[in-house]
């Protein structure tokens, strides 16, 4: 009875503090919804203009920048912790200018001194097999990812779940090539920005079978919750490299649209859909690409274009 009334008791309090959050979020003379600005702070209606809150606390520099050198300048901090080095880029690291701190060039015997302090500064960074492991697929990760011109938050990804797969030991019997290649491959996709496969395999060391295995291996371990690639991902990314206009690029994603509404494209390749679309929608607005110029651009085989070309215009006939 005493535990029923004290759940009661507690679920009145949360209830009251809930009705109480949303009060504060309304404006009491329009009703209005209340907002908070992020660069003044101040909170303000959005219907009738209120001011709330003027003149908060700023947490920010006390010094102004106008340009980013300026503010290379005067900024007293470090580069922010990132996730694509092992130490998470916490460590400090010597110089390599053999000055002093007044700027003037040392002896030659603090040369040798300094380039001996460096060795075994780089010696402590990564000192055991864990670090090094960490150290050397991270720069794989970032070495493909410029090579492929993908953002920093999909690196970042990459890198949270290289070191998840490092924790859950699920590295003894795999090449680091592979797994990093596979980490990247899911962290593009976690975030949107699927590339076929083939450019991955392109850019590592190891071949595109071993990144299969290596993707469904740390998918199935991980737990990963990615979604089916959506063919229309691609056309972006192929209609820009293929340079074609507007109106192409829009009769493709219709081609698409038909051919998931009569599920065309279940068992097909998204990348070799997306090629098909387009080179069947150039065709359709007069630009007439050729399918070998299709085939390199979307790494996908003339064959497989000219399979999906032919079920996507015989659904499309159909629809039209």
Request: aromatic share 6%; glycine share 6%; hydrophobic share 30%.
């Amino acid at each position: 009875m005493m535990a029923q009334e004290h759940t009661q008791e507690r679920s009145i309090d949360e209830r009251d503090r809930e009705v109480k959050s949303a009060n504060d979020n309304i404006c009491p003379e329009c009703q209005g919804h209340i907002t908070r600005t992020s660069d003044s702070g101040e909170a303000t209606c959005e219907s009738c203009g209120l001011v709330f809150e003027d003149n908060p606390i700023d947490h920010g520099p006390e010094w102004r920048a106008f340009t980013s050198e300026e503010r290379d300048e005067k900024s007293r901090v470090g580069a922010p912790t990132t996730q694509l080095m092992h130490d998470k880029g916490l460590s400090t690291t010597i110089g390599w200018q053999d000055k002093d701190a007044y700027g003037q060039a040392v002896s030659g015997r603090k040369r040798a001194q300094l380039q001996r302090l460096r060795t075994w500064d780089e010696r402590f960074r990564t000192k055991d097999a864990h670090e090094r492991n960490l150290k050397q697929a991270l720069g794989e990760i970032s070495r493909m990812a410029s090579a492929l011109g993908l953002p920093e938050s999909v690196r970042e990804t990459a890198g949270v779940l290289y070191r998840r797969a490092v924790e859950q030991n699920l590295l003894p019997g795999r090449s680091i090539e592979g797994m990093s290649t596979a980490s990247l491959y899911a962290a593009a996709r976690q975030h949107g920005m699927p590339r076929p496969l083939t450019e991955f395999a392109d850019v590592s060391r190891v071949e595109k079978i071993r990144i299969q295995r290596a993707y469904r291996y740390l998918s199935r371990e991980l737990g990963l919750e990615i979604e089916p690639e959506d063919p229309m991902q691609y056309i972006p990314q192929f209609a820009s490299s293929l340079d074609v206009s507007d109106e192409a690029e829009r009769r493709s994603r219709e081609l698409l649209e038909v051919a998931t509404d009569n599920a065309v494209h279940s068992g097909k390749s998204p990348a070799g859909l997306a090629a098909a679309a387009l080179y069947a929608a150039t065709h359709l607005t007069n630009e007439q690409l050729t399918q070998e110029t299709v085939s390199e651009v979307a790494h996908v085989s003339r064959v497989t274009i000219r399979n999906r070309y032919q079920e996507l215009l015989e659904v499309y006939a159909q629809y039209d």
